[in-house]
């Protein structure tokens, strides 16, 4: 069983709704957990950082973590299609970490 | 300043065949760490190089192999290439976030094997 579970989608919303991604971890020692969003033919990159539990909001972005569940989540308001790509979420205590598989992510005009 | 360059961005190979893909990390990055991404299993860490020294490794056969130059520049090899082999490989340095580890990506080396 993989540490970071994330379900692979697709989702699709319309422009405008809210998206709502999801992720569990098993590792009681994550502390340390990440967004990162990839584009077609691009790489990963790093969208939201959080450290422990709370809520981190950057602009329409919030992250947040539940680790009294192990949940974290990623919500993105007033969707645009700009906002299609594939999100993976990562946690880690202090060792590498550890990717959920993404879950892609369609915005329809 | 510039990011993390992956040569070459995409290359087709056949069964048995090798290949080997580079990596130059961001300047003055000395840790480089090798991933591969398929569909069905998500990024897979291969593994990381800090200062021409192998520091991690992942769970993957011996076909695959890696080093790191005086530069920090990095090379992945893979041997004898099967078609599971086929995905794309990514490239990351590493930056000191508020704590732990923030990995900064190349676009990716995608193989192809027929």
């Known amino acids: 069983q993989k540490e970071v579970e994330q379900d692979p989608g697709p989702l699709s919303v319309p422009e405008g709704a809210i998206v709502s991604l999801n992720c569990t971890y098993s590792n009681s020692a994550f502390q340390y957990f990440m967004w990162y969003r990839q584009y077609s033919r691009k790489g990963p990159e790093l969208l939201m950082y959080t450290y422990s539990s709370g809520n981190k909001e950057d602009g329409r972005f919030t992250a947040q973590v539940d680790k009294s569940s192990k949940y974290i989540s990623l919500f993105i308001r007033d969707s645009q299609p700009s906002d299609s790509a594939t999100y993976l979420c990562?946690?880690?205590?202090?060792?590498?970490?550890?990717f959920g598989a993404g879950t892609q992510v369609v915005v329809t005009p | 300043k510039a990011g993390v360059t992956q040569t070459p961005r995409y290359l087709i190979k056949t069964r048995g065949q090798q290949v080997t893909l580079s990596c130059s990390p961001i300047?003055?990055?000395?840790?480089v760490s090798w991933y591969q991404q398929t569909p069905g299993q998500g990024l897979q860490f291969l593994f990381e190089?800090?200062?021409?020294?192998?520091?991690n490794k992942g769970n993957f056969p011996g076909r695959f192999s890696g080093r790191q130059f005086s530069n920090s520049r990095s090379e992945m090899n893979v041997s004898t290439l099967e078609l599971g082999d086929s995905a794309l490989y990514l490239c990351?340095?590493?930056?000191?976030?508020?704590?732990?580890?923030?990995?900064?990506f190349g676009a990716g080396s995608r193989l192809t094997v027929l």
């Open positions: 990351a340095t590493t930056t000191v976030g508020a704590g732990a580890n923030v990995l900064t």
């Open positions: 190089y800090f200062s021409e020294t192998q520091r």
């Open positions: 990562a946690s880690t205590g202090w060792g590498k970490l550890q």
């Open positions: 300047s003055g990055h000395r840790s």
